[in-house]
């Protein structure tokens, strides 16, 4: 807390973001004033030494249901209008944006509300992806299925498309794939890399491209993650290798295999090139207060195409407008 306490004169930044890109909110606080006051009674409460603390601030007292639920019935309404849901690339998520976009600027003059349009690559699967291994001799075919529960892998977003025309070697890439020197020994293999450590999947896909490596294939470590089956993750938009998520149980078999003999796999990605599409970002800061010092909230602000994304995330961005208004 500590923190907050040495630096009040501070900008307030508070970021809503989209799953490709980001729309963000982003406010300034005033140097002192009405906030360093709420910032002194969540930093240097009144202690009585007949009563406890109380768990609530100023600022939470700000947050009301009703509030929340004006907005969120507001998001209800655009994905009804636009075939049940608000996820990127479609007239639902245009909507949220717009939305989000005149409430800030409703909020007066102390907001500079700026909204910015760029371009995603699309792409689709063209056909199911194959992944076969050869082990002492036995050649196996794992499952693919849209259904994560029944599959044995599932493609990343952003692999790009390979049809491998001979088997090749697998490399167990040590720890988390998190530092240079693991991938010292992986370049024209297929490397296997554990999720979790400290760096993101795309920073593993940076290391793997810059040591020549052939293919990608995460997998679920039971320490890091609990889920079994195979995830959906991404690299970057950049990337320029084909890369899989293999479940718990085929990752951990390959692993493995690979202590005591030779692993070789074989794999097709076929793609469907779709062209990109538009997605905004929107950034607003608040006009006063010391650039240098910014503090960020944020959130994402569309839904999986599934649903309208109410709890996922549309409340977490509604959230953050409350706070607009509590500073």
């Known amino acids: 807390m500590g923190g907050l306490e040495n630096n009040k004169r501070m ?77 990127i690339n479609t007239r639902g998520f245009n909507e949220t944006v717009n939305y989000i976009e005149k409430y800030l600027k409703e909020q007066g003059n102390g907001l500079k509300v700026m909204r910015e349009t760029f371009q995603i690559r699309n792409f689709a699967i063209a056909t199911d992806p194959i992944l076969l ?28 498309a ?15 794939g998190c530092a240079k020197n693991e991938w010292q020994n992986a370049t024209d293999l297929v490397a296997l890399v554990k999720a979790g450590g400290s760096c993101t999947y795309a920073e593993k896909g940076i290391l793997a491209g810059k040591n020549g490596v052939k293919a990608l294939l995460f997998y679920n470590d039971e320490e890091a993650n609990a889920n079994l089956a195979p995830i959906s993750v991404r690299l970057r938009e950049t990337n320029k290798l084909p890369a899989l ?53 944020g959130s994402h602000s569309d839904s999986v195409p599934a649903g309208p994304g109410i709890n996922d995330n549309g409340e977490g961005f509604v959230l953050v407008f409350r706070e607009i208004n509590a500073f």
């Open 11 to 87: 900008f307030i930044a508070i970021c809503i973001v989209g799953l490709f890109g980001i729309i963000t909110v982003a406010l300034t606080a005033a140097t002192l004033g009405t906030l360093n006051k709420r910032f002194d009674s969540i930093v240097s409460p009144p202690i009585s030494t007949t009563n406890k603390p109380k768990l609530n601030s100023i600022l939470a007292e700000t947050i009301r249901i009703e509030d929340l639920m004006t907005h969120l019935r507001q998001l209800q309404r655009i994905a009804d209008e636009y075939n049940g849901t608000r996820a």
């Open 133 to 160: 291994s050869l082990i002492n001799g036995t050649e196996k075919n794992y499952t693919y299925s849209s259904k994560l529960a029944r599959s044995d892998f599932t493609y990343v977003t952003y692999s790009t």
């Open 162 to 176: 390979a049809d491998f025309p001979n088997y090749v070697r697998v490399i167990n890439i040590p720890n988390f």
């Open 245 to 297: 998520y293999l479940s718990y149980a085929v990752g951990q078999a390959l692993a493995n295999a690979t202590i005591f003999t030779t692993v070789m796999v074989k794999l097709s990605i076929q793609l469907q090139n779709l062209g990109t599409f538009p997605v905004d970002n929107i950034c607003a800061d608040t006009i006063h207060g010391n650039i240098t010092q910014t503090i960020v909230v």
